[in-house]
């Protein structure tokens, strides 16, 4: 398996524009996790989908933010619209929860916002 | 709220000491922990996993240690290598019907110098 598969890797945009960050869990996979990588506040839990539902989105700083999990092997993040303060580090990862909760991340989209 | 939280930022070790990662929570409903490494440019990587019914776990070169009375959390890694330098993260969790989410702590870096 490829593993959890994010695109892109790099994205830079200019204030006030739309952006959208896309995930592929690893296959067989029911839970998907999208996160946010700061130097100040670590690694934040954005929302997190269990069979393609959202389960908890408290950690969406804004409505600006948006995710959506159609199917079971693709989820996006969207911000819309962006502001400088939203650079960061996004990951996605997934889980089979049957398994135990050990989640896999993706590489990472770093989105810088200008 | 209740998080995790890491006692020290960065430790500094020579080639082939003994490392050890503290981690306190504070979430004494937490269940599951986690530790992960993180290279420069990577997702956070697996390293080994405890559940609350035990206080010790052995891998390859690594043993995580569980005390639940004091709710800390450590990291051992045996005769420590450079390629093991990066940012080691502690995660918590929590088991529920629908699933699990991951908390993190905001990470130690490791710098093992030859």
């Known amino acids: 398996d490829a593993g959890v598969i994010q695109s892109p890797r790099h994205e830079v945009t200019e204030m006030g524009q739309e952006v959208t960050l896309r995930c592929k869990p690893i296959?067989?996979?029911?839970?998907l996790f999208w996160y946010r990588q700061t130097m100040m506040r670590g690694l934040e839990l954005l929302i997190y989908?269990?069979?393609?539902?959202?389960?908890?989105d408290s950690g969406m700083p804004e409505d600006r933010f948006s995710a959506k999990m159609p199917n079971a092997s693709f989820s996006t993040l969207k911000i819309q619209p962006s502001e400088p303060r939203d650079s960061a580090v996004y990951f996605c990862?997934?889980?089979?929860?049957?398994?135990?909760?050990?989640?896999?991340f993706g590489q990472g989209t770093r989105l810088t916002v200008v | 709220g209740e998080s995790v939280g890491l006692h020290l930022p960065t430790l500094s070790v020579q080639e082939g000491d003994n490392s050890i990662i503290n981690c306190a929570y504070s979430?004494?409903?937490?269940?599951?922990f986690i530790w992960y490494k993180q290279e420069s440019g990577k997702g956070p990587q697996f390293i080994i996993d405890?559940?609350?019914?035990?206080d010790k776990r052995q891998g390859q070169r690594v043993t995580v240690l569980l005390n639940k009375t004091v709710k800390h959390l450590s990291l051992q890694i045996a005769a420590t290598q450079p390629g093991d330098s990066a940012v080691y993260f502690c995660?918590?969790?929590?088991?529920?019907?629908?699933?699990?989410?991951?908390?993190f702590g905001k990470g130690t870096t490791l710098s093992v110098s030859s």
């Open positions: 990862a997934s889980s089979f929860r049957g398994l135990g909760t050990e989640a896999f």
């Open positions: 296959s067989g996979h029911n839970s």
């Open positions: 989908f269990n069979n393609n539902v959202p389960i908890d």
């Open positions: 979430n004494s409903a937490s269940d599951y």
């Open positions: 405890i559940r609350s019914n035990m």
């Open positions: 995660a918590e969790s929590t088991a529920n019907q629908a699933g699990t989410a991951l908390i």
